[in-house]
């Protein structure tokens, strides 16, 4: 199962720990459950290196979450958390994916050489992301769909595969001041079903 699951309110520390190569999750958050992650190494595992669920809120402070299996991140079933210096990278799918009604904050984290998306958002997920770089993702930097509505401020998405910003099938969001240059397909794809409910600002592209 979870190398770590915390749940019902348990607000443990975690610092300096090696997680990895487990059959699913590195660490679940889940039902209430708290927590401070910080300095660990999690990577190798067969599903995401963290999963946040059902009320999780951790705090996740300068991990590395890698090379797994699926996502880096995993935030679901209105899970919350907050992710700050974090380093995230070549994860098999999304570093981040956000979705079904979570809100996690995610600020100063490098998300990068990811087979997808740098961060994904759909299924009415929210999300504020903040002075993150997302670069180097086979897919899009920041792929937002399905209702997903996340805010986007000061990033650096830079050198994905696809555009820095994708936003189709009903996808929303706030996207102000962010550098989306030099990314292959340029700094936007944004359908045309989607733009009245795009706010777009003060981005380099």
């Known amino acids: 199962m979870a190398g770590v699951e915390i749940k019902t309110g348990g607000n443990p520390t975690l ?37 946040i669920k059902t009320g999780g809120n951790p705090m996740l402070r300068r991990n590395r979450i890698h090379d797994g299996k699926q996502s ?29 009604g979570s809100n996690p904050t995610l600020r100063r984290n490098r998300i990068h050489d990811g087979k997808q998306s740098g961060v994904n958002v759909y299924e009415s997920g929210l999300g504020t992301l903040e002075d993150n770089e997302i670069f180097g993702n086979a897919f899009a930097g920041v792929t937002i769909k399905s209702g997903g509505n996340p805010t986007l401020r000061r990033n650096v998405i830079t050198k994905n595969l696809y555009e820095a910003v994708w936003v189709y099938d009903g996808g929303r969001g706030e996207i102000v001041k962010n550098d989306m240059r030099d990314n292959a397909r340029g700094a936007f794809d944004i359908s045309e079903e989607c733009k009245a409910n795009v706010r777009v600002e003060g981005n380099q592209e």
């Open 15 to 51: 610092r300096g720990n090696r997680i990895h190569d487990g059959k699913q999750v590195g660490v679940l958050v889940c039902e209430n459950g708290l927590g401070a992650l910080e300095d660990n190494e999690i990577f190798g595992n067969a599903f995401a290196g963290v999963e």
């Open 72 to 100: 880096g991140v995993y935030v679901h079933e209105n899970g919350v958390g907050t992710l700050e210096d974090n380093e995230i990278f070549g994860n098999a799918m999304a570093g981040v994916y956000i979705k079904t």
